[in-house]
């Protein structure tokens, strides 16, 4: 099935990385760094996205040495047993991923767009629109990624630019906010809830070459970080940061405080077509790929059979927190520990690897 | 044919067609609320006024038929919040009132003397409400405000409101103040959050000030004060300063002017200056602000010193005397002269300001960048220190420009 | 005498009182086919011998008593010696004659129905008999069967079949009954290489083919050539006389332009492909003609380079087409749809085009294009989705201009898929997007409307796109005054009536012109129908529903291909696109073809 080489390119592996890691812009990851870092939150996205792009590339180190996506590699490595822990850990991390988004982006569409909108219905929408889009394929997904991507940059940048009336530069200072060793917690959490990049990995195979995923890995995850940075300079120069700290959508407000002149105010309208697209796009591929591990782990020839099935159980696990505050508790310690698979355990391999290496070198006498 | 997709797509149909319009609202089934007003009631109940658009006015098909109605309407009711007051706004009008086109809140003085708190939660929680809906203090009764307020240009006070707003810094006699940026001083380390000040005029005529004048021809004004006779009965002048969301005092319509080029955002506005050398004379000038000021902020030392250097740039527009203002000997006593008023307003503007303990030009925004951390900024109480500050001052002004005159020949004597 | 009107009522009346069964013929009613009903109830299948086996046993029996009378006459005058030579061959043919007409070989020939794949006969009359047979003769009455005869030694009897109305009488005259009638010939015929022996010495025509079974004949003659056959040889001469009346070179209907050539495709193949062979006059471009359809074999060409496109692509296209099976296949359009790879997917993915410019661009490029005989579109395949707002003389301009247009289209198929579902969702979810003045405006001129907005847009746009279908029946001068009349009056009309707002007369007609700026027309009537899907979401569930639906038709975009090429290339998969994507960049820098086609030889 889906074990067999393809040939996605750079342009679907930038798509395919986009979506996983600007999924979080929208929504309130801001907020929370902005409370316990300040006016230093325009640097947790840059840390964050160092610390994915080095993952990555440790990754793809590997595969100097071995052919194969990220569990091959792991079994080859570390063995069978730790292999399939493993993979049960990644499909976790996507699928909940993906439950996450479709209750964030849910929640959130009634409280910005159609506020008399029924939840069930918001769940339906979104979730149908995701599964409907896993039966397209992955490679889909990151081809309409690519192509909605001038858009979606276009539409955040006049959104960062237009309320250029209201910045106050001064605010970003005192530059170091609540001290420096609040950095390091958040760009853990920041990079928790970025650690689907790990995607470029997982299908490795399908990509043309290592310089494809290293391509993609560096302008997807620099330009989303950069991109990530910019939005928290803005903002904080625009509420400061004790303001931004009280917000549920922060990108949403510097939409809504947008007031050019008579004619172009109240435009968040516009903004929430970006948004709901890039919601159901980030639901479809974090499906995508849980369900692609689930089936690499049981064996299964297809994963098509599974999509209604698994679709039916997200829409269920999603309302299991009764309202979003606790929603938003529970997510963020499994963003924190979702950290482990991001950078951590890539460095668990490297490290195996190195190890493996020596080992060989050592018993080869003819060296 | 296979039953399971048919199932599944008439039950997703059946989902979608059942749950409802999800909110659609037809364009007549809505009634825009333009403005809030609220004013005090007993028993700490608010009064609140909702002027709201009858669009059919101003449809523009029928002409006769649309001069006929006017095009707003005015609700009063009492109710404790503002909330309960959207309750009971249904119960009178027939469509579902609608804040998103809302423009001003206008908010009686004895309220905002009381604090703001009550209002300002639900204005920045609630989705209708947004940071770009202007603020603003009457002195007097909200109510007779609305039902007083009778723009004669402009077909909707909505207009008027934004209008308004949008060219404050043509004289700069009021500040466009808006929720965004009250919330943003009130909630941040530094910075006195403000509103605009409004009132009606009684159109006596009289002067109702008893404010000396000094070489500045113009009176010191609040607004209810301008003496005039006719036009729209509403006024706008003056700023209502606020210490935390208390009301705490008012800044005459040159102390918001003052206060402005210290923002930087004066753009230009007349002055009519004591003629130098003719003191029963004014010599009129169009003052424009060049570049920001500059404002250095020395926290070195206990007391901090505050270091204002301002340029400004004007044009002669009249000069009664037919003083040779033009050259260049001349010029530089008039460039004087207004530096010096313009000195002698701020540094009036920044004492009283100084005695009612807040920070409206927000100095404490030049300090940010000198300290590393935010703990250190908060445990520096910049609010505290304000009232003992000491400012020096210093204001420059060019007068560029003599209008179409190059000088001015003497009338003919007899 | 007259029966007077009482009389006339009485009858009337009775006969309505006292019924009568009918009287005449009943009417026809198309009924079930019945495949027995034409057959004589005295047929005995298991016959050995069948009627067509007796009366050709018959017709064999009569040629031999010819043939012994002749020999007769011959021998009693005593002629012998000048004769033999030709009385001998004569009866050469006829013993090979009797060696077909063993019953063996006669059952299995004649209990095929259609005697198709027959080869011919040697006897003339039994070749007669079967064509008779083939085309229903005497009733089919443009098939002519003209007899002649060839002077030689014997005298060789012959007839051409052609149906009238399809060869070009000059032509079949001088080239094919003059030289044949007035051929003065000593040499023997009546052996195997007779037709050899005509076709190089004796047929002045320039196209000349043998036909061997009855097949070939029947192709040759419905393609309006004509086919001789001679008595004792069993092969027919197909000669090249087609002539059929067409249109002249006219100006395309369809695809108008202001600059750039104004000829167009007609409905006769040969025209076709010899005006994009005079655009193209490379001795690569190969036109492979397959024949489509199994009762009536239309002719379809496949027009290539063989330098520049893809082997495999022109395979596959070839296989398509021959795996059609169908009856009658009039239209170009049909065909596509029966060979493209998503038929049931709205979207065009083949390009339709009536200017022979056009195809030589795509065929330079490397792309295979797909002719229909009797049809002037050509298709072309593969594209992708940008192609479609191309128009014809896009490079014959600047690029400034041409990339303000190109982007002009873009905008008008975005608008004219999105405005009334902007509008509707803005108006009824997100009204604080408009300023205050427009939107009360906007509200004012509905309080008298009766009718919801999503209903006032839909009535607007379907009697809109009713006026458009009137438009286009409407026969002459009146077509287009009837849109334009129509319009006003109807917009006028229904404002004043309070039917609609006029906003949304506005909207509907923006939409409308804007739909008009797609070059393409199959690619219009696609975005006029997602419209309508649009409206419906957005009514639900407003500008999300607008997000949702864009995303649904980008992630079918992403999934279609062409003729195997991605849908979207050269932007959703990255491929060298040539700069000639959306915008046009100058002719100096256009020296790649596009990657997406995986050419032979990429450089321009």
Same mark, same amino acid.
């Given at each position: 099935?889906?074990?067999?080489? $393809?040939?996605?390119?750079?342009?679907?592996?930038?798509?395919?990385?986009?979506i996983?890691?600007?999924?979080t812009?929208?929504?309130?990851?801001?907020?929370?760094?902005?409370e316990?870092?300040? &006016?230093?939150?325009?640097?947790?996205?840059?840390?964050?996205?160092?610390?994915?792009?080095?993952?990555?590339?440790?990754?793809?180190?590997?595969?100097?040495?071995?052919?194969?996506?990220?569990?091959?590699?792991?079994?080859?490595?570390?063995?069978?047993?730790?292999?399939?822990?493993?993979?049960?850990?990644?499909?976790?991390?996507?699928?909940?991923?993906?439950?996450?988004?479709?209750?964030?982006?849910?929640?959130?569409?009634?409280?910005?767009?159609?506020?008399?909108?029924?939840?069930?219905?918001?769940?339906?929408?979104?979730?149908?629109?995701?599964?409907?889009?896993?039966?397209?394929?992955?490679?889909?997904?990151?081809?309409?990624?690519?192509?909605?991507?001038?858009?979606?940059?276009?539409?955040?940048?006049?959104?960062?630019l237009?309320?250029?009336?209201?910045?106050e530069?001064?605010?970003?200072?005192?530059?170091?906010?609540?001290?420096?060793?609040?950095?390091?917690?958040?760009?853990?959490g920041?990079? $928790?809830?970025?650690?689907?990049?790990?995607i470029?990995?997982?299908?490795?195979?399908?990509?043309?070459?290592?310089?494809?995923?290293? &391509?993609?890995?560096?302008?997807?995850?620099?330009?989303?970080?950069?991109?990530?940075?910019?939005?928290?300079?803005?903002?904080?120069?625009?509420?400061?940061?004790?303001?931004?700290a009280?917000?549920?959508?922060?990108?949403?407000?510097?939409?809504?405080?947008?007031?050019?002149?008579?004619?172009?105010?109240?435009?968040?309208?516009?903004?929430?077509?970006?948004?709901?697209?890039?919601?159901?796009l980030?639901?479809a591929?974090?499906?995508?790929?849980?369900?692609?591990?689930?089936?690499?782990?049981? $064996?299964?020839?297809?994963?098509?059979?599974?999509?209604?099935?698994?679709?039916?159980i997200?829409?269920?696990?999603?309302?299991?927190?009764?309202?979003? &505050?606790?929603?938003?508790?529970v997510?963020?310690?499994?963003?924190?520990?979702?950290?482990?698979?991001?950078?951590?355990?890539?460095?668990?391999?490297?490290?195996?690897?190195?190890?493996?290496?020596r080992?060989?070198?050592?018993?080869?006498?003819?060296? | 044919?296979?039953?399971?997709?048919?199932?599944?797509?008439?039950?997703?149909?059946?989902?979608?067609?059942?749950?409802?319009?999800?909110?659609?609202?037809?364009?007549?089934?809505?009634?825009?609320?333009?403005?809030?007003?609220?004013?005090?009631?007993?028993?700490?109940?608010?009064?609140?006024?909702?002027?709201?658009?009858?669009?059919?006015?101003?449809?523009?098909?029928?002409?006769?038929?649309?001069?006929?109605?006017?095009?707003?309407?005015?609700?009063?009711?009492?109710?404790?919040?503002?909330?309960?007051?959207?309750?009971?706004?249904?119960?009178?009008?027939?469509?579902?009132?609608?804040?998103?086109?809302?423009?001003?809140?206008?908010?009686?003085?004895?309220?905002?003397?009381?604090?703001?708190?009550?209002?300002?939660?639900?204005?920045?929680?609630?989705?209708?409400?947004?940071?770009?809906i202007?603020?603003?203090?009457?002195?007097?009764?909200?109510?007779?405000?609305?039902?007083?307020?009778?723009?004669?240009?402009?077909?909707?006070?909505?207009?008027?409101?934004?209008?308004?707003?949008?060219?404050?810094?043509?004289?700069?006699?009021?500040?466009?103040?808006?929720?965004?940026?009250?919330y943003?001083?009130?909630?941040?380390?530094?910075?006195?959050?403000?509103?605009?000040?409004?009132?009606?005029?009684?159109?006596?005529?009289?002067?109702?000030?008893?404010?000396?004048?000094?070489?500045?021809?113009?009176?010191?004004?609040?607004?209810?004060?301008?003496?005039?006779?006719?036009?729209?009965?509403?006024?706008?002048?003056?700023?209502?300063?606020?210490?935390?969301?208390k009301?705490?005092?008012?800044?005459?319509?040159?102390?918001?002017?003052?206060?402005?080029?210290?923002?930087?955002?004066?753009?230009?506005?007349?002055?009519?200056i004591?003629?130098?050398?003719?003191?029963?004379?004014?010599?009129?000038?169009?003052?424009?602000?060049?570049t920001?000021?500059?404002?250095?902020v020395?926290?070195?030392?206990d007391?901090?010193?505050?270091?204002?250097?301002?340029?400004?740039?004007?044009?002669?527009?009249?000069?009664?005397?037919?003083?040779?203002?033009?050259?260049?000997?001349?010029k530089?006593?008039?460039?004087?002269?207004?530096?010096?008023?313009?000195?002698?307003?701020i540094?009036?503007?920044?004492?009283?300001?100084?005695?009612?303990?807040?920070?409206?030009?927000?100095?404490?925004?030049?300090?940010?960048?000198?300290?590393?951390?935010?703990?250190?900024?908060?445990?520096?109480?910049?609010?505290?220190?304000?009232?003992?500050?000491?400012?020096?001052?210093?204001?420059?002004?060019?007068?560029?420009?003599?209008?179409?005159?190059?000088?001015?020949?003497?009338?003919?004597?007899? | 005498?007259?029966?007077?009107?009482?009389?006339?009522?009485?009858?009337?009346?009775?006969?309505?009182?006292?019924y009568?069964?009918?009287?005449?013929?009943?009417?026809?009613v198309? =009924?079930?086919?019945?495949? #027995?009903?034409?057959?004589p109830?005295?047929?005995?299948?298991?016959?050995?011998?069948?009627?067509?086996?007796?009366?050709?046993?018959?017709?064999?029996?009569?040629?031999?008593?010819?043939?012994?009378?002749?020999?007769?006459?011959?021998?009693?005058?005593?002629?012998?010696?000048?004769?033999?030579?030709?009385?001998?061959?004569?009866?050469?043919?006829?013993?090979?004659q009797?060696s077909?007409?063993?019953?063996?070989?006669?059952?299995?020939?004649?209990?095929?129905?259609?005697?198709?794949?027959?080869?011919?006969?040697?006897?003339?009359?039994?070749?007669?008999?079967?064509?008779?047979?083939?085309?229903?003769?005497?009733?089919?009455?443009?098939?002519?069967?003209?007899?002649?005869?060839?002077?030689?030694m014997?005298?060789?009897?012959?007839?051409?079949?052609?149906?009238?109305?399809?060869?070009?009488?000059?032509?079949?005259?001088n080239?094919?009954?003059?030289?044949?009638?007035?051929?003065?010939?000593?040499?023997?015929?009546?052996?195997?290489?007779?037709?050899?022996?005509?076709?190089?010495?004796?047929l002045?025509?320039?196209?000349?083919?043998?036909g061997?079974?009855?097949?070939?004949?029947?192709?040759?003659?419905?393609?309006?050539?004509?086919?001789i056959?001679?008595?004792?040889?069993?092969?027919?001469?197909?000669?090249?006389?087609?002539?059929?009346? #067409?249109?002249?070179?006219?100006?395309?209907?369809?695809?108008?332009?202001?600059?750039?050539?104004?000829?167009?495709f007609?409905?006769?193949?040969?025209?076709?492909?010899?005006?994009?062979?005079?655009?193209?006059?490379?001795?690569?471009?190969?036109?492979?003609?397959?024949?489509?359809?199994?009762?009536?074999?239309?002719?379809?060409?496949?027009?290539?380079?063989?330098?520049?496109?893809?082997?495999?692509?022109?395979?596959?296209?070839?296989?398509?087409?021959?795996?059609?099976?169908? =009856?009658?296949?009039?239209?170009?359009?049909?065909?596509i749809?029966?060979?493209?790879? #998503?038929?049931?997917?709205?979207?065009?993915?083949?390009?339709?085009?009536?200017?022979?410019?056009?195809?030589?661009?795509?065929?330079?490029?490397?792309?295979?294009?797909?002719?229909?005989?009797?049809?002037?579109?050509?298709?072309?395949?593969?594209?992708?989705?940008?192609?479609?707002?191309?128009?014809?003389?896009?490079?014959?301009?600047?690029?400034?201009?041409?990339?303000?247009?190109?982007?002009?289209?873009?905008?008008?198929?975005?608008?004219?898929?999105?405005?009334?579902?902007?509008?509707?969702?803005?108006?009824?979810?997100?009204?604080?997007?408009?300023?205050?003045?427009?939107?009360?405006?906007?509200?004012?001129?509905?309080e008298?409307?009766?009718?919801?907005?999503?209903?006032?847009?839909?009535?607007?746009?379907?009697?809109f796109?009713?006026?458009?279908?009137?438009?286009?029946?409407?026969?002459?001068?009146?077509?287009?005054?009837?849109?334009?009349?129509?319009?006003?009056?109807?917009?006028?009309?229904?404002?004043?009536?309070?039917?609609?707002?006029?906003?949304?007369?506005?909207?509907?007609?923006?939409?409308?012109?804007?739909?008009?700026?797609?070059p393409?027309?199959?690619?219009?009537?696609?975005?006029?129908?997602?419209?309508?899907?649009?409206?419906?979401l957005?009514?639900?569930?407003?500008?999300?529903?607008?997000?949702?639906?864009?995303l649904?038709?980008?992630?079918?975009?992403?999934?279609m291909?062409?003729?195997?090429?991605?849908?979207?290339?050269?932007?959703?998969?990255?491929?060298?696109?040539?700069?000639?994507?959306?915008?046009?960049?100058?002719?100096?820098?256009?020296?790649?073809?596009?990657?997406?086609?995986?050419?032979? =030889?990429?450089?321009?």
């Amino acid at each position: 099935m889906k074990y067999q080489v $393809g040939k996605m390119g750079a342009s679907e592996g930038i798509g395919l990385t986009v979506i996983m890691s600007i999924a979080t812009i929208f929504l309130s990851s801001p907020a929370f760094i902005a409370e316990r870092v300040g &006016t230093l939150a325009w640097v947790v996205p840059l840390v964050s996205g160092t610390m994915s792009i080095i993952a990555i590339f440790l990754l793809s180190h590997l595969f100097k040495r071995f052919s194969g996506d990220l569990l091959t590699i792991t079994e080859q490595l570390l063995g069978n047993t730790v292999g399939k822990i493993i993979s049960i850990y990644y499909m976790f991390i996507f699928l909940s991923s993906a439950f996450f988004s479709v209750r964030e982006f849910s929640e959130n569409t009634l409280l910005i767009a159609l506020p008399d909108l029924s939840l069930n219905v918001a769940f339906i929408c979104y979730a149908l629109s995701a599964a409907a889009i896993v039966y397209a394929g992955i490679e889909t997904i990151g081809r309409v990624v690519y192509l909605y991507l001038p858009f979606i940059m276009g539409s955040i940048l006049i959104l960062l630019l237009a309320p250029y009336p209201f910045l106050e530069f001064n605010y970003l200072f005192p530059w170091q906010g609540y001290g420096l060793n609040t950095l390091a917690e958040n760009s853990i959490g920041l990079a $928790g809830t970025q650690a689907g990049v790990i995607i470029l990995m997982v299908f490795a195979q399908s990509f043309q070459t290592a310089q494809t995923i290293r &391509t993609a890995a560096i302008f997807a995850i620099g330009g989303m970080s950069i991109l990530h940075s910019l939005i928290f300079v803005v903002i904080v120069m625009l509420f400061g940061s004790k303001v931004v700290a009280e917000m549920s959508l922060p990108l949403l407000e510097i939409a809504r405080m947008i007031h050019l002149s008579r004619f172009f105010q109240r435009v968040e309208a516009i903004y929430i077509m970006v948004w709901v697209s890039v919601g159901i796009l980030n639901t479809a591929a974090n499906l995508f790929t849980g369900l692609f591990l689930l089936s690499r782990l049981a $064996g299964l020839p297809t994963i098509r059979p599974l999509i209604p099935a698994i679709t039916f159980i997200m829409i269920e696990l999603s309302f299991l927190t009764p309202d979003i &505050t606790a929603f938003v508790a529970v997510i963020s310690k499994i963003y924190l520990s979702n950290f482990f698979g991001m950078l951590i355990f890539p460095i668990i391999l490297f490290i195996a690897e190195i190890i493996k290496d020596r080992r060989k070198k050592s018993c080869n006498g003819v060296q | 044919m296979q039953w399971r997709p048919i199932t599944l797509l008439l039950l997703i149909t059946s989902i979608f067609l059942t749950a409802g319009c999800n909110g659609a609202f037809e364009t007549d089934d809505v009634a825009y609320i333009l403005s809030v007003g609220i004013d005090a009631a007993p028993n700490n109940q608010f009064t609140i006024t909702y002027r709201l658009a009858v669009p059919v006015s101003l449809a523009g098909l029928d002409p006769s038929q649309s001069q006929a109605k006017k095009s707003s309407t005015l609700v009063t009711l009492t109710a404790p919040s503002l909330s309960e007051g959207r309750n009971l706004l249904k119960s009178i009008i027939s469509r579902e009132p609608k804040i998103s086109q809302t423009k001003i809140i206008v908010v009686s003085e004895d309220i905002a003397r009381n604090g703001l708190d009550a209002l300002l939660g639900s204005l920045t929680r609630y989705r209708e409400y947004r940071g770009t809906i202007f603020l603003a203090v009457v002195r007097g009764s909200v109510r007779e405000v609305f039902e007083k307020n009778a723009p004669d240009i402009d077909s909707l006070t909505s207009r008027w409101v934004e209008t308004i707003f949008q060219s404050s810094n043509e004289s700069s006699y009021y500040l466009p103040a808006d929720v965004h940026q009250f919330y943003k001083r009130l909630k941040n380390e530094s910075g006195a959050p403000y509103t605009a000040l409004m009132g009606l005029n009684p159109l006596v005529g009289e002067n109702l000030t008893n404010s000396e004048p000094d070489k500045d021809k113009g009176k010191e004004l609040l607004a209810t004060q301008m003496p005039r006779q006719s036009g729209n009965r509403l006024e706008i002048l003056g700023t209502a300063v606020f210490k935390g969301d208390k009301l705490v005092g008012f800044l005459t319509n040159k102390e918001t002017r003052a206060m402005s080029i210290l923002l930087g955002n004066f753009n230009r506005g007349f002055m009519t200056i004591e003629d130098p050398l003719e003191p029963t004379k004014a010599v009129n000038i169009n003052i424009h602000l060049d570049t920001k000021p500059k404002i250095n902020v020395d926290i070195s030392r206990d007391i901090p010193i505050i270091t204002i250097s301002i340029s400004l740039d004007g044009e002669l527009i009249g000069i009664p005397t037919g003083i040779n203002y033009e050259a260049p000997a001349f010029k530089t006593v008039l460039e004087n002269q207004v530096s010096n008023t313009i000195a002698e307003q701020i540094t009036s503007m920044l004492s009283s300001t100084q005695q009612l303990g807040t920070d409206v030009v927000n100095f404490g925004y030049y300090i940010r960048p000198q300290f590393t951390t935010l703990q250190e900024l908060e445990n520096y109480h910049w609010d505290s220190k304000y009232p003992q500050t000491i400012f020096k001052l210093e204001v420059h002004t060019k007068l560029r420009q003599s209008g179409l005159m190059r000088k001015t020949m003497p009338i003919r004597k007899d | 005498m007259d029966d007077n009107i009482i009389i006339r009522l009485y009858h009337s009346v009775k006969s309505i009182l006292d019924y009568q069964p009918p009287t005449g013929s009943p009417n026809f009613v198309l =009924d079930e086919y019945r495949p #027995h009903d034409n057959q004589p109830a005295n047929s005995m299948p298991n016959n050995k011998f069948t009627l067509e086996d007796l009366n050709a046993l018959l017709r064999y029996s009569n040629r031999l008593q010819t043939f012994t009378a002749k020999v007769n006459t011959i021998l009693r005058s005593g002629l012998w010696k000048q004769e033999a030579r030709s009385i001998k061959l004569e009866f050469a043919a006829l013993e090979q004659q009797f060696s077909q007409l063993t019953p063996i070989l006669l059952y299995y020939d004649h209990s095929k129905t259609v005697p198709k794949l027959q080869r011919l006969s040697t006897s003339i009359d039994e070749n007669k008999q079967t064509l008779a047979t083939i085309y229903r003769l005497p009733r089919n009455q443009a098939i002519v069967i003209r007899d002649f005869s060839i002077s030689g030694m014997p005298r060789l009897k012959a007839f051409a079949i052609f149906i009238d109305g399809m060869v070009d009488t000059k032509l079949l005259n001088n080239s094919v009954l003059h030289p044949l009638m007035l051929f003065n010939c000593t040499r023997e015929l009546y052996n195997s290489h007779l037709t050899e022996h005509i076709i190089k010495e004796c047929l002045p025509s320039n196209q000349v083919e043998h036909g061997l079974t009855f097949d070939d004949v029947e192709n040759a003659v419905n393609s309006g050539n004509t086919a001789i056959i001679f008595d004792g040889i069993d092969e027919a001469i197909i000669v090249g006389t087609s002539g059929v009346e #067409h249109r002249s070179i006219d100006r395309p209907q369809t695809e108008q332009s202001v600059q750039g050539s104004q000829s167009s495709f007609t409905e006769n193949l040969l025209v076709n492909t010899g005006l994009v062979r005079s655009m193209l006059r490379t001795s690569d471009l190969i036109i492979e003609t397959v024949k489509v359809g199994s009762r009536s074999q239309m002719n379809c060409a496949i027009m290539y380079i063989e330098s520049i496109a893809n082997t495999s692509l022109v395979d596959e296209v070839r296989h398509r087409i021959q795996g059609v099976k169908t =009856d009658f296949l009039g239209d170009t359009g049909e065909l596509i749809q029966c060979i493209e790879d #998503h038929p049931s997917i709205p979207f065009p993915q083949s390009l339709s085009t009536e200017r022979p410019d056009r195809v030589a661009a795509n065929l330079a490029e490397g792309r295979v294009a797909i002719l229909l005989d009797g049809n002037p579109f050509v298709h072309i395949v593969p594209v992708s989705f940008f192609t479609f707002f191309h128009s014809a003389e896009d490079f014959s301009l600047k690029p400034v201009i041409v990339n303000f247009m190109r982007i002009l289209r873009l905008l008008g198929a975005f608008i004219a898929t999105t405005l009334p579902s902007i509008y509707i969702s803005i108006s009824y979810f997100h009204q604080e997007a408009l300023p205050t003045e427009l939107l009360l405006a906007i509200a004012g001129s509905r309080e008298n409307v009766a009718f919801p907005a999503w209903l006032e847009i839909l009535l607007m746009e379907l009697s809109f796109e009713l006026i458009r279908e009137a438009g286009i029946r409407v026969p002459g001068f009146l077509g287009s005054s009837i849109g334009i009349v129509g319009a006003l009056i109807l917009g006028q009309a229904a404002v004043y009536a309070h039917i609609v707002s006029p906003i949304v007369v506005i909207i509907v007609a923006g939409t409308g012109l804007a739909s008009f700026s797609i070059p393409e027309y199959r690619m219009a009537s696609v975005v006029r129908i997602i419209r309508f899907f649009m409206l419906a979401l957005a009514v639900t569930f407003g500008l999300v529903g607008v997000a949702v639906a864009l995303l649904w038709i980008t992630v079918l975009f992403c999934r279609m291909k062409s003729f195997g090429m991605p849908y979207m290339s050269p932007i959703a998969p990255k491929s060298i696109a040539g700069y000639d994507v959306v915008l046009r960049g100058p002719i100096a820098e256009q020296s790649n073809r596009p990657d997406a086609l995986n050419v032979k =030889d990429p450089f321009k």
